[in-house]
């Protein structure tokens, strides 16, 4: 499993298995000036820490405002073009802009198409209230805390971003369906774009969209009160969300391979990246109509508008949301630090914010497009080197790509218990066991220890993730759509596409082909966490032990275990790891 496209996990122990009304999250206000100064806030008590043990919270990226703001507006100038003014003098009447997972100025085809056509642009951000509803078998919250703050975050950068380009977002807390077909009536557009999902969920919205947009009909320029020429609004969706564009495919989405290493070789061997999309330094106007017609702006919500209990975090990583904070981290990963070249050595870490790029919540939000991460990279390469690490970054974005592509086609069975591969499994759905894993109270420190840090971060390492997915299937035996839905609820960097593709692959009815892939606990802590400190760091308790005893802990200084595990002897990681049997 790759992290840029890998499950992130998170739970939180206060909740109960049916009720989840209320979510907790750090205590931040959403309005920009108030965000920036809570971002100060943190990074004062973070670089207060004693230097002897890890800080108690560290910003992502770790670049103050200021910084921030200077790195993003270089960015944008790097990809500034005047090359299609004229073009655009062509365009007239209204467009919308209708963002979803794809909150950013910078290589979005959306607004670039909308800006293009049209003498004015209108960018609308519908709060939906299905995502603040429940997941379809076990009803957890579909949005936890951490990431309702990150989207809180991430929508107040946009509109910051967009008022330097001459425009504005509009925000309305309502269903897609009811609200923009009447903001199309009221200002006179004559075209909705939007970039294209894949789930279900997100394709019903667009049907219901384009039904509701066929009854509004609009006088074509230059009818009269006496001949009305009725025209249809369009809904325009655009592909944007992968690193290969979709229409650029050696194969039909129906003949995808069904193994990632395949399906990489083709497309690496027959096709090319396409590049950013650019914008000139402004972007404007918005449409001359009163806005009064629309109720205005709108504000970004209020934690509590989204039902969100306030919290405050005490340690971990605090990863801020938005094109920005995007732009920062890759500035910081890459040419800053000069992470980039060290990465396929590090990518296995457990603490810390350094050991991988940390871009996925900034991917899984569209703060950043993979396109721009691919430019990046190649920029890295002809500036400074290009190694195994350079490419490895991009090896990861065709994973996240590919199970995009898988979404489409299989459909509905990558959230079913056979997944694609229609196996006839099954599992349990002991509460008790699950809860136990849920709240990171197993007995095994390094599953305890991933989960405490998602309950306080909403990320995990990669090697985390494939840890905690192999012992609730494996070991504990616990049907694999509880631990994806909910991660659904808790993950910061949360997709469909990834977070099912993954859940599938590592229960061994997705697209792996061992279908029976196992991570042995005492094996990944030898290798992962040799001397115990990130069990210690997110587990106190375990500090005092020896470090070779904190991952193995005796009884009485560490909880019981709450099942053995299937396949692992007492040495500690020198046994041979052994399949396990492919459940009938």
């Known amino acids: 499993m790759s992290s840029a496209a890998t499950l992130s996990f998170s739970s939180i122990s206060s ?11 750090f205590s ?15 990074m004062n008590i973070a670089s207060s820490q004693s230097q002897s043990q890890p800080r108690a919270v560290v910003v992502v990226p770790s670049l103050d405002s200021v910084e921030t703001d200077k790195i993003t507006d270089e960015t944008f100038r790097r990809y500034y073009s005047n090359s299609d003014v004229k073009k655009r003098n062509g365009g007239n009447g209204v467009s919308i802009v209708w963002f979803r997972n794809d909150l950013r100025v910078l290589d979005n085809e959306a607004l670039y198409r909308a800006w293009v056509s049209s003498q004015s642009v209108l960018p609308v951000y519908c709060v939906d209230p299905r995502n603040f509803g429940t997941t379809h078998y076990f009803g957890f919250p579909k949005t936890g805390a951490l990431r309702a703050q990150f989207l809180i975050e991430c929508l107040a950068d946009l509109k910051k971003n967009l008022m330097k380009r001459g425009l504005n977002l509009v925000i309305r807390h309502g269903k897609p369906e009811d609200i923009l077909p009447s903001i199309a009536k009221a200002v006179g557009a004559h075209t909705i774009y939007a970039q294209k999902e894949t789930c279900s969920e997100e394709l019903l919205v667009e049907r219901l969209i384009k039904k509701g947009l066929q009854e509004v009909s609009l006088q074509s320029e230059g009818s009269t009160s006496t001949s ?26 129906s003949n995808l391979p069904d193994i990632y290493t395949q399906f990489r070789k083709s497309i690496e061997s027959k096709c090319a990246i396409r590049g950013c999309f650019k914008l000139p330094p402004s972007i404007g106007p918005l449409p001359s109509n009163d806005l009064g017609k629309i109720g205005g702006l709108g504000d970004v919500p209020l934690l509590d508008q989204l039902g969100v209990i306030h919290v405050e975090a005490k340690k971990g990583m605090y990863f801020v949301g938005g094109e920005s904070a995007a732009l920062g981290r890759v500035y910081e990963y890459f040419w800053k630090k000069d992470l980039l070249k060290v990465y396929k050595h590090t990518r296995n870490g457990m603490l810390g ?6 871009f996925s919540p900034w991917l899984a939000f569209g703060n950043v497009s993979p396109r721009f991460l691919y430019e990046e990279v190649k920029r890295y390469e002809k500036d400074r080197l290009a190694n195994d690490s350079t490419y490895w970054v991009l090896f990861e974005l065709i994973w996240r790509d590919y199970f995009r592509f898988i979404s489409i086609k299989y459909g509905n069975s990558i959230f079913h218990l056979g997944g694609p591969r229609e196996v006839q499994a099954r599992w349990s759905q002991d509460l008790n066991l699950f809860e136990s894993w849920r709240d990171g109270r197993t007995g095994y420190p390094l599953i305890d220890a991933n989960m405490k840090e998602l309950s306080t971060t909403g990320l995990m390492s990669n090697r985390g993730r494939q840890i905690v997915c192999s012992f609730l299937v494996r070991d504990m035996g616990i049907d694999w759509r509880m631990g994806a839905e909910w991660f659904e609820t808790c993950l910061l960097d949360y997709d469909p596409c990834s977070n099912y593709g993954n859940w599938t692959y590592g229960a061994g009815v997705g697209n792996d082909p061992r279908e029976d892939r196992y991570f042995s606990i005492p094996k990944q802590a030898q ?18 032990l020896p470090k ?4 193995f ?13 299937k396949f692992s002897k007492p040495n500690h990681g020198h046994s041979r790891t052994k399949p396990t049997p492919r459940r009938k």
């Open 527 to 544: 290798n992962y966490d040799p001397e115990g400190e990130y069990v210690a760091y997110w587990l106190p308790e375990l500090r005092k």
């Open 28 to 42: 931040l206000t959403p309005t920009l000036s108030i965000l920036i100064s809570s971002h100060t806030k943190i």
């Open 353 to 358: 914010p350094d050991y991988s790029t940390k």
């Open 228 to 253: 009305r020429n009725p025209t249809n609004v369009k809904l325009e969706l655009i592909w944007g969300s992968t690193m290969y564009h979709i229409d650029d495919l050696p194969f039909n989405t």
């Open 15 to 25: 909740f109960s298995f049916s009720t989840f009304r209320k979510i907790q999250t």
């Open 553 to 565: 802990p005796h009884e009485k200084s560490y909880i019981k275990q709450i099942v053995p595990l």
């Open 548 to 551: 070779d005893k904190r991952n």
